[in-house]
């Protein structure tokens, strides 16, 4: 395997911070860009949220900024924007997720950084875009999964809107943005010119609608909630077994809806003609699901999805994450390792979720202590003394390596 980094030659000048905009730059890094997070005073805000490590490091954190290297500017100083120009002069890609306007108030927003470096792609992310009556509304994860529909659609037929598990809306922004960023770079050793990139939460999951919105653009009618069951397939839900754990089942094809009705010994369900087709079952699903689901209180989970298995329906167990992570195949794919820490001594980490062939993405570098790598950027990549470093750090225009308990 090419151990080339695939962008080794990209360069990010990273003012992200939480989720989204970190996700995103962490995945670039992965794949061998060299990204250098830009942090205020008090670093990225999500260095001291829980869960909190045995000596003060933040998990939240660690999960999203590896392969960074941290450096510490007072935005507000003069000098601090300086230096600013210089990196960005060097750089390929700027990202950024503050509210619509605030890079500008900062003297980093797009028409700055490009006076600068006229090739600079610069992707802001943010919740609701750069324009549009919703431009100004601060916006989190929850609020845009209510205000796009999808809490519409998620949980029990009669129950209430429910959150899903994740925080979906920053990573699907974070995919848009790498996927965007990409593309813009393609397009620059093409033509040599960059560009300014808009991507929200918003719009990302808008995008992601795809067969409800459809839906609803054909009837007419708003999707409802469905729960366990799938809104166009039946028999595609989890049910309980006798164990009361959980199997879910996709039994979906008019063949595999046959296979499935004669493991349960219901073969009497398979010629009726209120379940003979998918469209039947979807439209009579109140009649039957009650039919399989006693069936299945029959046996455990253990032994339906045996069964399954042997018979080719797709099945799988509902898992715990706990669970997840002791399942074999997490090892087999490479899905989770650690790297070592000063603080910590090892920290957790997850794989990656791409394999390739040739050139692969790589963990360099564990994230980053707050302030970290100040003199390294400073001396070799701006190619500053140290006397002069030193004035900065006096002037508190640069902010040196923090105490390591918060970082």
């Known amino acids: 395997m090419d151990s080339k980094p695939l962008l080794k030659k990209m360069r990010i000048l990273d003012f992200t911070r939480v989720l989204s905009g970190p996700f995103a730059t962490m995945m670039l890094g992965d794949l061998g860009a060299e990204v250098i997070k830009i942090e205020p005073p008090n670093g990225d805000e999500s260095r001291f949220w829980p869960p909190i490590m045995e000596n003060g490091t933040s998990a939240y954190f660690l999960a999203l900024n590896r392969n960074k290297r941290s450096l510490v500017l007072n935005l507000k100083e003069d000098g601090a924007k300086k230096i600013i120009r210089k990196l960005a002069a060097q750089s390929d890609v700027v990202v950024e997720n503050f509210t619509p306007g605030v890079a500008a108030k900062l003297g980093i927003d797009y028409e700055s950084l490009k ?111 469905w729960g366990l069951d799938h809104i166009h397939r039946v028999p595609a839900r989890a049910f309980l077994a006798s164990d009361n754990r959980w199997v879910q089942v996709a039994a979906t094809s008019d063949p595999m809806y046959a296979k499935f009705c004669r493991l349960l010994g219901l073969e009497a369900l398979i010629d009726d003609p209120r379940f003979a087709t998918n469209n039947d079952r979807v439209r009579n699903r109140d009649e039957i699901m009650p ?117």
């Open 115 to 225: 006076a600068a470096n006229p090739e600079i792609i610069y992707c802001a992310i943010s919740g609701f875009g750069q324009d549009g009556p919703y431009r100004d509304k601060k916006a989190y994860d929850p609020i845009i999964q209510g205000m796009t529909g999808l809490m519409s659609i998620t949980g029990e037929q009669n129950g209430p809107p429910v959150k899903i598990g994740i925080p979906a809306t920053d990573m699907m922004a974070a995919s848009h943005a790498v996927t965007a960023i990409l593309a813009a770079y393609i397009s620059r050793l093409e033509t040599g010119k960059g560009q300014y990139i808009d991507v929200s939460l918003y719009d990302g999951v808008i995008s992601w609608l795809t067969i409800m919105a459809m839906d609803y653009f054909v009837t007419g009618k708003p999707p409802e909630r």
């Open 291 to 407: 039919l399989l689901e006693a069936k299945m209180k029959e046996k455990t989970s253990p032994e339906w999805l045996q069964l399954f298995e042997e018979a080719g329906i797709p099945c799988g167990p509902i898992l715990d994450i706990g669970e997840v992570f002791a399942a074999p195949h997490i090892k087999a794919r490479d899905m989770m390792f650690d790297m070592p820490h000063p603080v910590e001594s090892r920290i957790p980490q997850l794989g990656f979720p791409y394999k390739f062939s040739g050139a692969a993405p790589s963990a360099r570098l564990r994230p980053p202590l707050l302030g970290e790598h100040a003199e390294t950027i400073l001396s070799h990549q701006l190619g500053m003394g140290e006397a002069e470093i030193r004035k900065l750090m006096d002037e508190k225009v640069v902010i040196g390596p923090a105490d390591k308990g918060r970082d």
